[in-house]
Structures are given as structure tokens and as C-alpha cells.
């Protein structure tokens, strides 16, 4: 399934921060249990059926050792760092006073910064996998194209 949409929206990495903020809102509007429980296995869906597979094909375009390094970054400083940050936010807020409604609609905006990350990332991933598919020749030959006469 994955590969199908995949190849259907390309680099789908906006689905989850988008899934994210509808969440959020919701939870904001409708502040129950129940909402919480649908978005987290949405939300957990959606991470291990597209996002996970999508962050790995923004891998496909940049040397191996680069794409270890980075890796390796990401999954114990970002992710663990982000984990940290996440819970510290949700004790800051609750310490300024902010409900739980509250905290949820000051997450929304932290979503969206994340959904144009996605798109953005994704327009970059899209634009090095043309690029390394276009053949070497017809690059050269464009830099060899003649003047127009003015």
C-alpha cells in the first residue's frame, strides 16, 4: 500500500504532520479520552505506514556514507532530543497555567512549521532524484547552447 501511494503523492512526508494538526485542533475543540486514543493510533499508523518508509526515500539521493551518518544523528539526537523537548514543552505549559485545550492549540502551529518542513523536504528530495536521473550529456549540452543574437 505504501508504495502505491508513494508513487501516487511522491515524497508524502506532509501526511503526518497534517494528521498531527487536525489532531490537535480536534482535541482542542473536543478535549475527551477518545480522541486522544483515535489520533495516537492514527497518528502511530500513519507513522510506521508512510512516514517511517517516506523519510527513507529522502535517503535514496545522497551518498551511503552521508546517509549512515545522518542517520545515526537522527535517530538518537533528534528523535530522543525531540522526545525531551516534548515532554519539558508539555510541563512549561502546564506550569504557565495552560489547560490541556490550551496546550493543544499551541501545538498546532509547531505542526504546521513541521507539515512545510515535510513539503519542503520534499520538494528537495524530488528535484536531486531528477537531477541524478538526467543524463550527464544533456546538462553539458545546455551549457553549450549558443548565444541568441540581441
Known sequence: MTDRLLRRLGVALTL??????LGFVTLGLVPTVAIIV??????????????????EVLF???PRE?????????????YRGGDQVGAW??????GLGLSGTGIAFAAVPISVVWLLNGFWLGREQ???AVAQE???????SFSK???RPR
Not at 38 to 55: D, E, K, M, Y
Not at 89 to 94: D, E, H, I, T, V
Open 134 to 140: 538526467a543524463p550527464p550529456q544533456a546538462a553539458a
Open 38 to 55: 483515535v489520533f495516537q493510533v492514527l497518528r502511530r499508523t500513519g507513522n510506521f505506514a508512510v512516514a517511517r518508509p517516506t523519510r
Open 145 to 147: 547552447l549558443p548565444e
Open 89 to 94: 514543552s508539555f510541563a512549561l505549559l502546564s
Open 16 to 21: 503526518l504532520p497534517a494528521l498531527t494538526a
Open 66 to 78: 552521508d546517509k549512515y551518518k545522518t542517520k545515526s544523528f537522527i535517530d538518537t539526537v533528534i
Open 126 to 128: 524530488e528535484a536531486k
Open 60 to 62: 535514496t539521493v545522497i
